[in-house]
């Protein structure tokens, strides 16, 4: 099984700063490569997809990149609606989520 | 609209069934991949299984492979979860979700989620 490594596990911001999300799996994942935002009481919400490409009505502020064994999501710049838990997922080998990146206010 | 609606869930005792299903409607339901995926209280996301758009290819976790079972009935616009065997571990908030693509795996990720049903295993 492929075991996705997320890091930091929280990450203390204030809105307008950027927040970078790590995300290590424990072998290649190819592209094959998913981000997740979760609110509180609420559904994931589909950010990125195959690494780098943004969801339908994604803000342009969230950004995917990388490639292999690892990968980043960017927030260029926070708004008050983003402080939540961030979730990558694979699906090269399988399907599976990270552990979560929680972003919250500083 | 996409529209997921799961039902089926409640409290069940260990090592009883329970079957989950899930009414589609807003897409054409046969065009996409579907999705089971838990969250256990306070806790992460965790895929429990996915079945392409004919059935063709289906995948679980290890966690629940050869207790619970997928299926499909594209006349009906409905997905299913057959759980059996159940274990206090299985304890969690199960979403219906939809596919970006025909295939589970490789390409693609979920892109709609249903509200999810709870189910409980306790005696």
């Known amino acids: 099984e492929i075991v996705l490594t997320q890091s930091p596990a929280t990450l203390s911001l204030s809105p307008g700063e950027r927040a970078t999300l790590s995300c290590r799996a424990s072998q290649s994942v190819s592209s094959y490569l998913a981000w997740y935002q979760q609110k509180p009481g609420q559904a994931p919400r589909l950010l990125i997809y195959?690494?780098?490409n943004r969801a339908t009505g994604i803000p342009a502020r969230f950004s995917g990149s990388g490639s292999g064994t690892d990968f980043t999501l960017t927030i260029s710049s926070l708004e008050p609606e983003d402080f939540a838990v961030y979730y990558c997922q694979q699906r090269s080998s399988g399907v599976t989520f990270g552990p979560g990146t929680k972003v919250d206010i500083k | 609209e996409v529209q997921l609606v799961e039902s089926g869930g409640g409290l069940v005792q260990p090592g009883r069934s329970l079957r989950l299903s899930c009414a589609a409607s807003?897409?054409?339901?046969?065009?996409?991949?579907m999705h089971w995926v838990r969250q256990a209280p306070g806790k992460g996301l965790e895929w429990v299984s996915g079945?392409?758009?004919?059935?063709?290819?289906?995948g679980y976790a290890d966690s629940v492979k050869g207790r619970f079972t997928i299926s499909r009935d594209n006349a009906k616009n409905s997905l299913y979860l057959q759980m059996n065997s159940l274990r206090a571990e299985d304890t969690a908030l199960y979403y219906c979700a939809k596919d970006l693509f025909l295939e589970w795996r490789s390409p693609g990720a979920v892109d709609y989620w249903g509200q999810g049903t709870l189910v409980t295993v306790s005696s």
């Open positions: 807003g897409f054409t339901f046969d065009d996409y991949a």
């Open positions: 195959d690494a780098s």
């Open positions: 079945i392409s758009w004919n059935s063709g290819s289906i």
